[in-house]
């Protein structure tokens, strides 16, 4: 009877200790094992193309939560091209915010041969996806500079504040685009597309307006976006500036190619 006290003591103390790495609580926004700002770490990567160079190839995913096999396939077919210098996903990284399938992305993510950064989705706000998701990538708003091209990222999805008026933050995107010389064209990526209904239909005309504006030599290029599976590429009236998503990861991958001032995109299905 000892012996078998004693054994019974053994399996309770492994497994308590094994309890430290696994996720065993849904509502874990991070452990310890947790990747850490991912989005600053791999902008820090990009740091050492020159400026000079004229061409930027990008590699553009979406919602890859529904099918993590095309998302892998995905991933392959990426690490095949030599021409590409970043990766953009355009949010939806995971199903329901849940810490295990954040791991699962960014397991995934990492790998990429490439540098790669991240917007955040509907999905990813669920429950307490948002703290995971700003533990792990970072800030919901944020840009960069690359090759005198500005890459502005934020936080579109409205539904999920209740179209409280405060999402997105066009006024931060607006100053963005103003602030600083160093850069000449403005490339937007957010999750939710402005004629979406999960995008606040207050905030429409605002903007619209903002692309609208005349920001003296700096030009928008694109608004890169996801949500709807099926993609889309659209103009709005007025703006001159496309608006494209390839659609959720079964659809694929696009490239984008950066040109100067010309932007074109390819479909790799």
Known sequence: MKILYYVKSLLLVCLLAACNRFEYDPNQSVSRDSYRELNYKNIGKLSVKAAEDSVIKIAFISDTHINYNNFDDAVGRINQRDDIDMVIHGGDLTNYGILQQFNWTADQLAKLNKPYVA?????????????????????????????????????????????????????????????????????????VPYFDEDFDFSKRLEYLEMLTKDYGNKKILISLGGHQHNGYDTTPAGTGIPHFAQGSIDKGFAVITISGKNISYEKNF
Do not use: C
């Open 119 to 191: 917007v955040i989705g509907n999905h990813d706000i669920v429950g307490n996806g948002e703290a995971t998701y700003k533990y792990m990538f970072g800030h919901l708003n944020f840009s960069f500079i690359y090759g005198r091209v500005k890459f502005i990222f934020f936080n579109s999805n409205s539904r999920e504040y209740n179209n409280d008026g405060n999402v997105p933050d066009l006024h931060w995107v607006q100053k963005e685009i103003e602030t600083g010389s160093n850069f000449d064209r403005v490339v937007l990526v957010s999750h």
